[in-house]
């Protein structure tokens, strides 16, 4: 149980274009959803902290209209990065809540911007 | 603010030495910690928490509240330890998770 998904596993996109990115929870709800960038042999970085039905709450130094999170149901949350960049080349992690501590996390989306 | 800091960049160890991965914490309050562990190609998991005070795959992790530290120990490393290990802090407000720089650890035949 508590298995969650990403989708796509990699995208390549060209830059100034805009790349959503899904994670679902697939066997469970969800309450609260995180979102993570992780660069090549470094820690995760938390950019985001994402409530079903709120605005998400993002971490100092993310823009947030840079990075769009939604998150419209209890079993899906989707990032948003909006006009990439190179530098925002990354692997992106989410990982779901149902409670305080417990998080499962994604696979990860490597999104690589040309 | 909380912080983890784990020193080790790299631990490398042969098969069936002990092994222990550092972790350092600040908070003031009573800390909730973790240790999750990266396979090569896997997503991140769970390894074990300081409250369930139990081994997994051999590992154990004990509070030190007056050193802060939540160390990671096994007394007999395996291959198949070989990973990326992450310490992390969560919080009791949000449920945010803090991360370590994270350690890899090689196991070497």
């Known amino acids: 149980g508590a298995v969650v998904s990403q989708h796509p596993s990699w995208v390549i996109c060209k830059s100034g274009t805009s790349v959503k990115i899904e994670c679902r929870s697939l066997?469970?709800?969800?309450?609260?959803m995180f979102w993570y960038r992780q660069f090549p042999k470094q820690s995760l970085m938390l950019m985001a902290t994402?409530?079903?039905?709120?605005?998400?709450?993002?971490e100092q130094g993310v823009e947030k209209d840079k990075f769009l999170i939604n998150h419209a149901s209890l079993t899906l949350s989707t990032l948003t990065v909006t006009s990439a960049h190179p530098e925002d080349s990354s692997f992106y992690i989410c990982?779901?809540?149902?409670?305080?501590?417990?998080?499962?996390f994604g696979p990860g989306t490597r999104l690589t911007v040309t | 603010a909380q912080r983890v800091t784990q020193p080790e960049k790299l631990l490398s160890v042969f098969k069936g030495a002990p092994v222990e991965l550092k972790c350092n914490y600040s908070?003031?309050?009573?800390?909730?910690l973790f240790w999750y562990v990266q396979y090569s190609r896997q997503r991140l998991q769970l390894l074990l928490r300081?409250?369930s005070r139990e081994s997994i795959k051999g590992f154990t992790a004990d509070l030190n509240k007056g050193e802060t530290s939540f160390h990671l120990k096994k007394p007999f490393a395996q291959e198949e330890d070989s990973a990326m290990y992450y310490c992390?802090?969560?919080?009791?407000?949000?449920?945010?998770?803090?991360f370590g720089q994270g350690t890899t650890l090689q196991v070497k035949p």
């Open positions: 990982s779901a809540s149902t409670r305080t501590y417990e998080q499962y």
């Open positions: 066997d469970f709800q969800a309450t609260t």
């Open positions: 994402s409530n079903e039905g709120s605005k998400a709450t993002y």
């Open positions: 908070y003031s309050g009573s800390p909730e």
């Open positions: 300081h409250i």
């Open positions: 992390a802090h969560g919080s009791s407000n949000t449920g945010k998770l803090i």
